[in-house]
């Protein structure tokens, strides 16, 4: 019997109580797969697992719960384009249609690289809902992604990540994109979460070349895995990437929910054919490559981590949130501060193969007051998160992270906080807000990205913005080319020309736009920093009533 044919089965078994809700929660060919698992049963979800105490992504929640319709109320008219900046979306809605004819909706979570003239595009993809495997262009898969070979003016909708395989693992969101210059030959990398019906969530990447116009990409490879326990499942959650172009590795950070919400640390060896990534913590399901921060001993949970590196010294950065989402706190986490942590890495504990010999490491922290208990119009998920993102600025000496952060407003603003490299010293005195009111209004500022800087070594800072408080309609704002070392508040830019109204869209995917933005200052492959000043921003865009994801890029 086939994948689909027993996913159907299992469906009709789950009895008649289930029947009565089939029209709200419809029955799908990759819904649920992890749903009798410890891990799903314990994962939060305002209305299928209340008591859940376990706070995941969105691709968690794609594997446990399936598609999610989204509450917002009917359609309304779309705005007129205006001049600005020139958006591309991504995808094809053409594609989102299953085998059998249905429609899909809901495309989000996205993340963006570039090298020269090359860009690819991921997201969380709903149409493998309800696409059974093998379907064309790999629909069925929860990870899909686009190609431009124009610098971002166009896109060609690959579909889902290449799978042969699906009738065992499927891909299932969280996607991450890096980019990588070598011998002249262009590469690309996309993690995401990777389950498989063996042994729970994985993360695998995927290895692309461009080849002359187009781009090929090779077969799931695991880069992580939980360590072989008394489960034995492996519970693994928000991976993303960073890549060191001089050495040649590839560094994924995530949370490891079955070694009790330890901050880990995966590596990959590109060097000797940058098509097959050599991995620690791999298939081989061997130990953890290195625990960035191991299990809070009270359980506050640890979430939410992002990778970077600093080229010149090999030294690799990771940040995450301590104790969050604070709104769900419980025993001695109601008195713990909610915090973003920067912990530093040294070369020297980065050698391959795994694992690592260091397990303790430099730390600081920036304490947050935190949105997780926030409802924001528009937004079908709660909590909320504050997850930071992290660029090295070898330029300016520093190591940054950005945030959303509720001290300022209640609805929220973007802070920006920098340290010395090595040492961790802030830099500045106080975090310093990003978004300008004059330009992105008063209302909800969230979900920033930013990745790497541009070749002078400043910093592009991309969010969701909101002119009032009491309104769902958003665009994506960012600041350009900004000092790490700055202690004002930047000029900032609208990136979008169209505004969407996120209380009027379908999707069939919680969070509905996702949980995270992105950004990627295009790769270089002569010589440091790597990069150039071209800033490409990723973001989900409901301007169709169907959540896309779009591109847009700026020169500065």
Known sequence: MNTFAKRILGLFLIGAMALLVVTLVPATANAQMGKKTRFCRNLFNPDLNPKGRIFASQGAQMYCFGSQRNFGSLHRPLAAIVPGIKNVDAANPGEDITPNGTQAYGQSETSIAAADQYVVEAWNDATGFTSPCPSPNNKEELTGFGFSNNAGASFTDLGGLPNNNCANSLYEGDPSVEAWEFQGQHYFYISSLFATFAGGLEIAVTACQVTGSSLQCGQPTVVATSPTGASGFSSLDKDFMAIDPVRGRLYISYTDFAAGDSIALAACDLTNNPMQPVCSNGSGNGPIYLVVAPPDPNGCENEGAYPAVDVSTGDVYVAYEHNWPSVFAFGACLTDPTKEVVSFIPASCLSLPGPSPCSTFTHTAELVTSLSGAFIPGYNRFPMN???RIAVSDSHGTVSIVWNDARVKPSGDILLQSFSLGSLFPVQFAPVVVDKAATSGQGWQFLPGMRNTDDDGNLYISWYGRAKPDTAITNVYEAVGVSPRTTATPS???????????????????????????????????????????????WSDGRLGDPQPFEAHITH
């Open 492 to 538: 900032n830019i609208k990136i979008t020309n169209v505004a969407s109204d996120w209380n009027a869209i379908s999707s069939d995917i919680v969070p509905n736009f996702g949980d995270y933005t992105d950004n990627y200052v295009v790769a270089r492959g002569f010589g440091p920093p790597f990069t150039g000043e071209i800033d490409y921003t990723a």
């Open 386 to 388: 504050d997850f930071p």
